[in-house]
């Protein structure tokens, strides 16, 4: 679908294309009429109009020794759709490494024994630290807040920041003050 995609925007990538979708969506034409309201050659036109036919935004019948070219709104209507559907965009980026910001930010703040050289105080590299501190607990297991402690310890001195934020973010929960701690 990426490769459809792509195609399908160069097409539209150029100004005179634009305007003969536009001129076209008001009423057919020929390409001689097109070249003369544009000012292009007719050469140039019918190279514009190839790529629009080949997305399937135009279509040509012959009238007497011309051919009129018309915008298909239907299938202009329904491409957009496919397009931009939710499985369609979520398609085009699949090969997109969605960790990549995480890894580079951990590869920054992290030492090779897995502690952190310092909390970052930048929102998104805070949260991106953090995700990768909260692997250390494992999901549904409920630690008290010493066993917390010293896991955190691995990871940094200042334990009750790291817990403050794990729990602030969403990332681990509490029960009230001094109780269990556990990763959902």
Known sequence: MSEELVTFFKALSDANRLKIIGLLAQQPYSVEELAALLDLKASTVSH????????GLVSAKADSYYNVYRLDEKALEAKSRSIFSQENLAASVADVDADAYDNKVVRDYVRKDGS??????????????????????????RYSEKQVNEILR???EDTASLRREL?????????GGGGEYWRE
């Open 48 to 55: 514009h109009l190839s790529k629009l036919s080949q997305v």
């Open 154 to 156: 691995d990871y940094h």
């Open 167 to 175: 729990v602030g973010f969403g990332l681990m929960k509490r029960e």
């Open 116 to 141: 952190l050289k310092t909390i970052p105080a930048q929102l998104k590299k805070l949260q991106a630290i953090l995700r990768y501190v909260v692997k250390a607990f494992k999901v549904g297991k």
